[in-house]
């Protein structure tokens, strides 16, 4: 799998994991008023989850930022040192986008 892919990949996972935390946390909001020992054990252990899930999710955050900023400098790298090269990559590129786009 490209770079490109695996990002949208992991982007879309901590999307998911984001909007499972949100409503996990709704819903210990909304049982809040429930009482009793099952319950009050089960918000416990739902609210340690929802806390790990966030740093979870925050450190796959940072770490695909830092692999985007990292991917990012080696391109800016790889183009000073090739600036042919990369032209030349970037008209093909171009030119095949322009005839897929005249296709249609």
């Known amino acids: 799998m490209n770079i490109i892919g695996e990002h949208v990949t992991k982007q879309k996972l901590m999307d998911d994991l984001s909007t499972v935390v949100t409503d996990a946390e709704e819903l210990l909001k ?17 609210e340690e989850s929802v806390k790990a899930a966030k740093v979870r999710l ?3 955050q940072e770490a695909l ?5 990292e991917a990012a400098k080696d391109a800016d790298v790889y183009v000073h040192e090739n600036p042919w ?5 970037a008209a093909a590129a171009g030119l095949l986008i322009g ?4 296709r249609r």
């Open 85 to 89: 090269k990369a032209a030349g990559v």
């Open 58 to 60: 925050t450190v796959a």
């Open 30 to 46: 909304a049982s809040a008023t429930q009482t009793g020992d099952r319950i009050t054990a089960a918000r416990a252990r739902a």
């Open 99 to 102: 005839a897929i786009i005249s």
């Open 65 to 69: 930022v830092e692999r985007a900023r």
